[in-house]
T-cell receptor
């Protein structure tokens, strides 16, 4: 069964600092990987996704993530955080090529990001 | 833009009541999903539907049922609400295909007293 672990429940950074949110997954084949963001009181919005090809993926709002197969990781990064980035971030894994899952995703526990001015 | 709407943002119900949560999407998506979100647990899949009148259990279906009579609408039903079903409920939809994105509604925060 697939699973996702986000080791950091809560991260605090200063505005303008760099950010890295960790995500480790467990899946038997090449997974499809996603990062979503949830602002307070809102639904989830897709930041970026990885299916194949270049292991460094660019997303919206200046975010990027790197797929590292050897480490089973898909960490999210941003070089300079803005106060508006304060939110909860979720990593998710879906069945990759050849999988038959109807698009079901398994989500991590989430990481809450606080940004200090 | 894809739009997924949920009938209520906040709902308060009594233990034992039958509760209906409605989700509507406007992009002709075939696949629809219901999740519950709890602090520290992330999102957990309750049920999903890959087409009209088709449904599959997710990871935590106990105490819930679903209905999909029309393509755009997916309903989550709590047959007899209990306090441990107090949670945030999120609906999502997508086109079929493994690389398609799930689009989420704003969520319904349900309190069962």
């Amino acid at each position: 069964a697939q699973s996702v672990t986000q080791p950091d429940i809560h991260i605090t950074v200063s505005e303008g600092a760099s950010l890295e949110l960790r995500c480790n997954y467990s899946y038997g084949a090449t997974p499809y990987l996603f990062w979503y963001v949830q602002s307070p009181g809102q639904g989830l919005q897709l930041l970026l996704k990885y299916f194949s090809g270049d292991t460094l993926v660019q997303g919206i709002k200046g975010f990027e993530a790197e797929f590292k197969r050897s480490q089973s990781s898909f960490n999210l990064r941003k070089p300079s955080v803005h106060w508006s980035d304060a939110a909860e971030y979720f990593c998710a894994v879906g069945a990759g090529a050849g999988g038959t899952s109807y698009g079901k995703l398994t989500f991590g526990q989430g990481t809450i990001l606080t940004v200090h001015p | 833009d894809v739009k997924v709407t949920q009938s209520s943002r906040y709902l308060v119900k009594r233990t034992g009541e039958k509760v209906f949560l409605e989700c509507v999407q406007d992009m002709d998506h075939e696949n629809m999903f219901w999740y519950r979100q709890d602090p520290g647990l992330g999102l957990r899949l309750i049920y999903f539907s890959y087409d009209v009148k088709m449904k599959e259990k997710g990871d935590i279906p106990e105490g819930y049922s679903v209905s999909r009579e029309k393509k755009e609408r997916f309903s989550l039903i709590l047959e007899s609400a209990s306090t441990n079903q107090t949670s945030m409920y999120l609906c999502a939809s997508r086109m079929p295909g493994p690389q398609e994105t799930q689009y989420f509604g704003p969520g319904t925060r349900l309190l069962v007293l």
